[in-house]
């Protein structure tokens, strides 16, 4: 089965790190790129991070760069976002999401989302 | 940054009615890079259109897409019970944020 299974995700204090997982199958991973978008409850959709096929570029929002740094392991068929010095503003449904293309294509394949709640 | 508008926030309809909702970019995007988005209650976004005006895999042909430059359209021709959810255009330039609009709620 075609699917991404995000995890990784809870509650943590503000100034704290977590990292995400996503875990890919069903399809040949390496050839696309990935991207991680997220949604604070209730809102709309915001685009975080972005990686390449083969991990030769990666790209931030301006919200988070600095903060997040993404990965991806092709070996493992699997994509990460580390985050760092978390902010309330950070508290979201954080989405993994295929590329279309090796780059730069519309995202075609989501999960289901993991949530990142950060709060004192 | 590409700022997307989306009209109108809510689209009051009926089953088997047509639906026409708007997504403005605040500069001319090629398009090739602009997509339109389903999100129904509780679920992940699910691809309809890319390039403006091509449907994804598994889209039924009552969804279209059309536009260029600034102004892009998707079109419902007929909704059906189950197109009741929210919509969200989004560009794809290479250069990020690969930005959303805010949404476009279509409620019966």
């Known amino acids: 089965e075609v699917q991404l299974v995000e995890s990784g995700g809870g509650s943590v204090q503000p100034g704290r790190s977590l990292r995400l997982s996503c875990a890919a199958s069903?399809?040949?991973?390496?050839?696309?790129?990935m991207h991680w978008v997220r949604q604070p409850p209730g809102k709309g959709l915001e685009w975080v991070s972005g990686i390449s096929w083969n991990s030769g570029i990666a790209t931030y929002a301006d919200s988070v760069k600095g903060r997040f740094t993404i990965s991806r392991d092709n070996a493992k068929n699997s994509l990460y976002l580390q985050m760092n010095s978390l902010r309330p503003e950070d508290t979201a449904l954080y989405y993994c999401a295929k590329d279309l293309y090796y780059n730069n294509g519309p995202f075609d394949l989501w999960g289901q989302g993991t949530l990142v709640t950060v709060s004192s | 940054e590409i700022v997307l508008t989306q009209s109108p926030g809510t689209l009051s309809l009926s089953p088997g009615e047509r639906a026409t909702l708007s997504c403005r970019a605040s500069?001319?995007?090629?398009?090739?890079?602009l997509a339109w988005y389903q999100q129904k209650h509780g679920q992940a976004p699910r691809l309809l259109i890319y390039g403006a005006s091509n449907r994804a895999t598994g889209i039924p042909d009552r969804f279209s897409g059309s536009g260029s430059g600034t102004d892009f359209t998707l079109t419902i021709s007929r909704l059906e019970p189950e197109d009741f959810a929210v919509y969200y255009c989004?560009?794809?330039?290479?250069?990020?944020?690969?930005?959303f609009g805010g949404g476009t709620k279509v409620e019966i």
């Open positions: 069903g399809f040949t991973f390496d050839d696309y790129a």
């Open positions: 989004q560009q794809y330039v290479s250069i990020p944020p690969k930005t």
């Open positions: 500069q001319s995007i090629d398009s090739s890079f």
